[in-house]
Nanobody, 127 residues
Framework: QVQLVESGGGLVQAGGSLRLSCAAS????????MGWFRQAPGKKREFVAA???????SYADSLKGRFTISKDNAKNTVYLQMNNLKPEDTAVYSC?????????????????????WGPGTQVTVSS
């Protein structure tokens, strides 16, 4: 089993930055694909970013350039650097891991393909 815990969320003003962390325990994930998703009230959960076991990154088109995903295998931690935040970025941000090794370039952003999730951390961006 993999346990994931996010941290780093909070309240920021538009234009500010936050760095989210997702720490894993139970298993190392150096051979797994990791993803960040977010869900705002009244909206479906949407893909934010992902990083593969071999450091290939993928981003939602609307977020590319503002958000950066990275990881530290030695620390079993994945990060999401969020810059130039906008009010529409307000959401609960969750990290997830796929331990099945079956993600493709077409499914990397599909939440249902991930099998372990953290509880999420709230990000609120004020105008």
């Amino acid at each position: 089993q993999v346990q994931l815990v996010e941290s780093g969320g909070g309240l920021v003003q538009a234009g500010g930055s936050l760095r989210l962390s997702c720490a894993a325990s139970g298993r190392t994930f150096n051979s797994y694909d990791m993803g960040w998703f977010r869900q705002a009230p009244g909206k479906k959960r949407e893909f934010v970013a992902a990083i593969s076991w071999n450091y290939r990154t993928s981003y939602a088109d609307s977020l590319k350039g503002r958000f950066t995903i990275s990881k530290d295998n030695a620390k079993n931690t994945v990060y999401l650097q969020m810059n130039n935040l906008k009010p529409e970025d307000t959401a609960v941000y969750s990290c997830a891991v796929d331990t099945n090794g079956d993600l493709t370039t077409r499914t990397i952003g599909v939440a249902e393909r991930y099998d372990y999730w953290g509880p999420g951390t709230q990000v609120t961006v004020s105008s």
